[in-house]
Nanobody, 127 residues
């Protein structure tokens, strides 16, 4: 059973930074795709960033491109989302997700393409 646990959320002023962590257990996370999504109150869950560690590239939503960066630590089986220059519109619950199987070279960016989800971490950006 794959388990994902997010941490690192919190309250930050606009222009500040936060780093989210997603600790994976149950398998070696570096073999498949993983991603970050977010959901603001009253809105649908939306794609933020994703990467296929197995030969794929990373992708970012246009709204976060140049400000957010996805990375991973194989030794810790942990994925990170570094968020810089945060804006009030980045306020949401952030979820990490993992795919059960990902073709080499393909990076999924849609909610239904992911099989495992964390519990979410609240990120609040004040103006």
């Amino acid at each position: 059973q794959v388990q994902l646990v997010e941490s690192g959320g919190g309250l930050v002023q606009a222009g500040g930074s936060l780093r989210l962590s997603c600790a994976a257990s149950g398998r070696t996370f570096s073999s498949y795709a993983m991603g970050w999504f977010r959901q603001a109150p009253g809105k649908e869950r939306e794609f933020v960033a994703a990467i296929n560690w197995n030969g794929g590239r990373s992708y970012y939503a246009d709204s976060v491109k140049g400000r957010f960066a996805i990375s991973g630590d194989n030794a810790k089986n942990t994925m990170y989302l570094q968020m810089n220059s945060l804006k009030p519109e980045d306020t949401a619950v952030y979820y990490c997700a993992a795919d059960k199987f990902t073709p080499r070279g393909y990076t999924p960016t849609r909610v239904h393409e992911y099989d495992y989800w964390g519990q979410g971490a609240q990120v609040t950006v004040s103006s």
